[in-house]
Each structure stands twice: as C-alpha cells, then as structure tokens.
C-alpha cells in the first residue's frame, strides 16, 4: 500500500509542475487576484499531499481542479464576510494588474464580462471554455448534475453575449 517516498515525491512533483500554470489561471478567473490564487493553488497541492497515500495517481488532476474551484469559493466567501463585517470603504477595483500579462484585450473584454455572471454559470464556463473539460468533468469538480452544467453554460453564455453586444 505504501509507495516508496522517491516514487510519489517524484510523481506529486511532476504533477506540480505539469498541472501549476493551468491551475493558477483557472484560480486567477475564480477569483480575480494573482496572488490569492496562487495561496488556493498552494494550499491544493498541499492537501493533495497530506492524501497522497489515498488518492489514485490517475484522479490527482481532477482533485486539484476540485480543491481549487473549492478554495476560490471560500476566498470570494471569505471577502464578502469581511465586506459586509468590516464595513471599510473599499477603492474601486480594476482588473488585476497581472491579468494584462495573460491576455490580449479581446480576451480582457470577455474576462471583465464574465466577471458580472453569477458564480455557477463563471465556473461552468471558466472550467469549460479555459480548463476545456468536459460536462462530465465539471459536473464532478463543481459536484452537481450534468443537466445544471447545460444550462448554466447556456445561460452564461447568452448572457455573455447579450453584455458583449451580440459579438461571438
């Protein structure tokens, strides 16, 4: 039952490397904050470590995917908690600074669109149209049926469409 620590360090480091740069831009689109997305991509890799020894090698990927959507659904929580308990004045936000180095300003238009989507239709079309998983594959990550998938993508996406002006 026990691996070899050699034989899963390795493999738990070539999943790092392999998995990292998609994870992060998946996690900056949740949650709109490199650096809070780069904490959620962190603290997956290092539950998925903490398991290791329960988790099949073959399903890591999508573990990873799952605790990301999940820890980006508890930063946005945690901030709506603080906004509302705090009651700062808050400046408003543009977009992230670093989201410029990862898209063109296409992209940028579409990206700031999506941010006005309720959170289920974003992480359908985030894991969908970035991650490019399939219904079934976002079914399991977000945990809920193949049909809400469906129709939270064709809500987004008609929504997307009518803020983009028509444009595809």
């Not at 605790?67 to 977009?95: C, I, K, M, T, Y």
């Not at 992230?96 to 239709?121: C, G, K, S, Y």
Request: net charge neutral; proline share 4%.
């Amino acid at each position: 039952m026990d691996r070899p620590t050699a034989e899963w360090d390795g493999a738990l480091l070539g999943l790092y490397e392999s998995q990292r740069p998609g994870l992060v831009r998946l996690a900056v689109l949740l949650v709109d904050d490199r650096a809070a997305a780069e904490d959620v991509v962190q603290d997956a890799f290092l539950a998925l470590q903490r398991r290791w020894h329960a988790v099949d090698p073959s399903a890591a990927a999508g573990y990873l995917r799952t605790s990301v959507v999940n820890g980006a659904r508890s930063v946005l929580r945690r901030r709506g908690v603080a906004r509302r308990h705090l009651r700062v004045a808050e400046p408003d936000e543009g977009p992230a600074a670093d989201l410029a180095l990862l898209l063109d300003e296409e992209h940028r238009e579409v990206v700031e669109a999506l941010r006005t989507l309720p959170r289920r239709q974003r992480e359908v079309l985030v894991l969908r149209y970035w991650s490019e998983l399939s219904e079934a594959e976002i079914a399991t990550t977000l945990g809920i049926a193949r049909g809400t998938v469906k129709s939270s993508a064709s809500r987004g996406l008609s929504a997307l469409e009518q803020r983009l002006g028509g444009r595809p």
